[in-house]
């Protein structure tokens, strides 16, 4: 069955309700999680939108969401959480391989028995006093030959709202999973049951969660175990913890990729159609790239992603991918009419926005949404903010959440069962020295290399010392479900398999500083000109020269018409400065040792080939 819609919900009453699945496993699962968390009431959802009517109406008369002005923005609601949670846990997140190796270190790892024991211990009563729902949910559009399907059980109605945006959610899932289709496991509890063990109740809270937190993940039976936290990735089981550190482990083993990807299509003024697929780290602009408006004449960016990207060959022997999300979960300091004015637009109405400020006129705002603060909010915390209060009215993580359907930019065809063929994969960092504005990898292996070593320099002294470099590779760190070395390991195998058809690799850097500490390229809209280059590169119309850490833009070879940036800049963007390069080339090997044995040594030759140019 080959479904494509993004969304499964349907207006009316449209499924009876459930008291059980006909799938045996599923049953048993749900009945063991029951006697195990103890909950007053069990709800199977069925993705309808009575269903999520409901559920918003349930949270607004509690007091856990605010319903925000319908006149400015239609069926939203703002959540405001509990500030000791607001962001993803790493240092509370596990990967529970049976061998401690496979976990690497670059993860947490915890003894897998040992873990269930101390999972039981925790759970064990938490859902006293709460409905558990039961959440059946597709990555990727429905039947796809790329899709996975999953079943979050949560004691939390605002993560079963979320998950009816950020998945195709209900009652056809179901049906696929009685039908034999295999699905992971996910469990989530806030960790805050209304009835303690002696049948003592408390009241609820506006945002309820627990101090200990566990996001764990048990990669050999591919299931997840979330407590604690209501918050984002901590418990929107779906993205961070199936779709990348479960589905990379599925990737590993069945031979494709689960990447921390945007995915965008970019049509040239020919008409030529590209699609390309790009990993920064957190906080480095994703959702601005994947919604990015060329300043550029006749190019165009359509959005089919902008978080994670699955990506596995095809019968005609490319790279194919699809965005296994159906919509965004994005920071919103910082998106604002200037930066990203199609974010702005998509965000209309049907939104649930978590940690923003609230406008006196019941509409919401955030650092960057428009130049000028409102003279009052009500901040993030609930309190009142005025420009003076010397703090910001949004939380610096604060989110919203909505439908990718909405999105003025979304390509005709980002619900494509089999996805789109990819022409380039690019990877970003953040780095002020160093990194030029783009590069292409001589060679997939190179490519490798490049992702591998994606970094980005300490900033804060809190982060340690400053300038240090933090390496995120392939912007994976804290979403790679086994050893980051297998994990480098496994593109090398992907690439060898896709020979000649594998896509062009590029590393770009938006963020190199000049001397005076400021960046040195516009970035934003500018962006479409690096973007024009690559695609030129594998048109085969563009030049580049080679240099020791890849191919860059032959003079005038980059589109830079029309852009008040001096020769100095240009050559500041591009400079490869032998001495600093040879220093990176060190601590690149200090932290491939890291790894030990497992580093593959195709990536020790790739370093060796940089030394050598450099000297050379
Ligand atoms: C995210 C992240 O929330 O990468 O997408 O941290
Ligand atoms: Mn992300």
């Known amino acids: 069955m080959t479904l494509t819609n993004s969304s499964l919900q349907t207006n009316g009453d449209a499924f009876p309700p459930r008291t059980g699945s006909t799938d045996p496993n599923l049953q048993a699962w749900v009945d063991e999680i029951a006697r195990l968390t103890e909950p007053d009431a069990i709800v199977w959802c069925d993705g309808s939108k009575r269903e999520a009517n409901e559920l918003s109406k349930l949270l607004v008369a509690s007091g856990q969401l605010i319903r925000l002005n319908p006149e400015w ?121 209304l009835v303690d063990a002696s049948g003592i109740t408390r009241p609820d809270v506006e945002w309820p969660c627990n101090d200990d937190k566990y996001i764990v993940q048990f990669p050999d039976t591919r299931e997840v175990w979330s407590y604690g936290s209501g918050y984002g990735g901590n418990a929107l089981l779906s993205k961070k913890s199936f779709a990348l550190r479960i589905a990379s482990v599925m990737g590993r083993d069945e031979g ?100 923003v400020a609230l406008r006196d006129d019941g509409d919401v705002w955030w650092e960057g949404l428009t130049d000028k603060a409102p003279e009052h909010l009500i901040d993030w915390q609930g309190k009142d903010w005025t420009p003076n209060s010397g703090r910001t009215a949004a939380h610096p993580n604060s989110r919203f959440t909505v439908a990718a359907a909405q999105c003025p930019s979304i390509a005709d065809d980002w619900e494509a069962a089999g996805g789109v063929p990819i022409d380039a994969i690019v990877f970003g960092g953040r780095r002020a020295t160093n990194v030029p504005l783009v590069a292409q990898a001589r060679s997939w292996k190179h490519g490798v290399f490049m992702g591998a070593t994606i970094s980005s320099e300490k900033t804060a002294a809190a982060d340690g010392i400053v300038g240090e470099l933090r390496r995120d590779p392939f912007a994976m760190l804290p979403f790679c479900g086994y050893n980051m070395a297998d994990y480098w390991g496994h593109w090398l195998k992907v690439g060898k398999e896709l020979g000649t058809n594998a896509p062009a690799i590029f ?61 100095e800049a240009v050559d500041q963007l591009f400079a490869i400065d032998q001495t600093s390069w040879l220093a990176e080339c060190d601590l690149t090997e200090e932290y491939f040792d890291k790894f030990g044995e497992k580093v593959p040594p195709a990536l020790r030759a790739e370093l060796a080939s940089v030394r050598y140019h450099l000297k050379n």
């Open 73 to 193: 923005r239609p069926n939203s609601f703002l959540a405001r959480t509990d500030p000791k949670d607001v962001a993803r846990v790493e240092g509370r997140t596990f990967i529970c391989s049976t061998d401690e190796a496979d976990a690497g270190p670059t993860n947490n790892w915890a003894e897998p028995s040992a873990m269930r024991a101390e999972l039981r211990g925790v759970f064990a009563g938490s859902m006293r006093g709460r409905t558990m729902y039961i959440v059946p949910f597709s990555m990727g559009p429905l039947g796809g030959p790329i899709s996975q399907l999953g079943v979050e059980i949560t004691d939390s109605p605002y993560v079963v709202l979320n998950m009816g945006i950020m998945t195709r959610m209900g009652e056809t899932v179901l049906t696929m999973i009685e039908a034999g289709d295999p699905w992971v496991h996910t469990v989530h509890s806030v960790g805050y049951p």
């Open 256 to 355: 494709w990729l689960a990447e921390h990807m945007l995915l965008i299509k970019l049509i040239s003024p020919e008409g030529g159609v590209f699609h390309v697929a790009a990993a920064f780290p957190s906080a480095c602009g994703k959702t601005n790239l994947s919604m990015l408006r060329p300043t550029i004449p006749g190019w165009k960016v359509e959005t089919i992603g902008d978080d994670i990207a699955w990506l596995r060959q095809g019968e005609d022997g490319r790279l194919w991918a699809i965005n296994p999300e159906a919509g965004f979960f994005g920071v919103a300091p910082g998106t604002g009419e200037t930066t990203n004015p199609t974010a702005v637009s998509t965000m209309w109405g049907n939104t649930i926005f978590t940690n």
């Open 507 to 567: 590393q770009v850097n938006w963020f190199r500083k000049g001397p005076d500490g400021d960046f040195i390229w516009p970035g934003f809209g500018e962006n479409s000109r690096v973007l024009e280059w690559m695609i030129r590169r594998i048109e085969g119309t563009a030049d580049a020269v080679d240099t020791p850490i890849g191919l860059l833009p032959a003079e005038n070879g980059l589109n830079l018409d029309g852009l008040d940036l001096s020769k």
